[in-house]
């Protein structure tokens, strides 16, 4: 039993920051990628950020330069600090992570119940 909790969301205005936590807990024997999705109503869910194992990073376009996103691998914990945030940003934000469990061969992928995130005026 896996379990990926995300925190952080809420109502920002355009240009303020935003700081996104996900914690991961379970029988957990490694974590290799993490990252964070998002999805607005009446649009596929994309790719916002990506963390490797090795602490390489992937973004989204629309996001490079605002967006960061960082773990902590004590914590079992990822982040996504938002800068100069966008309405385009508004969304239901997933944090995902590549996991495999203690005694089992096979990574798998987990997903977070989402935090919403309103950037309004």
């Known amino acids: 039993q896996v379990q990926l909790v995300e925190s952080g969301g809420g109502l920002v205005q355009p240009g303020g920051s935003l700081t996104l936590s996900c914690v991961a807990s379970?029988?957990?024997?490694?974590?290799?990628?993490m990252g964070w999705y998002r999805q607005s109503p009446g649009k596929q869910r994309e790719m916002v950020a990506l963390?490797?194992?090795?602490?390489?990073?992937n973004y989204a376009d629309s996001v490079k330069g605002r967006f960061t996103i960082s773990r902590d691998n004590a914590r079992d914990t990822v982040y996504l600090q938002m800068n100069s945030l966008k309405p385009e940003d508004t969304a239901v934000y997933y944090c995902n992570g590549q996991l495999a469990l203690t005694r089992d061969y096979t990574a798998r992928h987990y997903w977070g119940e989402g935090t919403l995130v309103t950037v309004s005026s």
């Open positions: 379970g029988s957990i024997f490694r974590i290799y990628r």
């Open positions: 963390i490797n194992s090795d602490g390489s990073t």
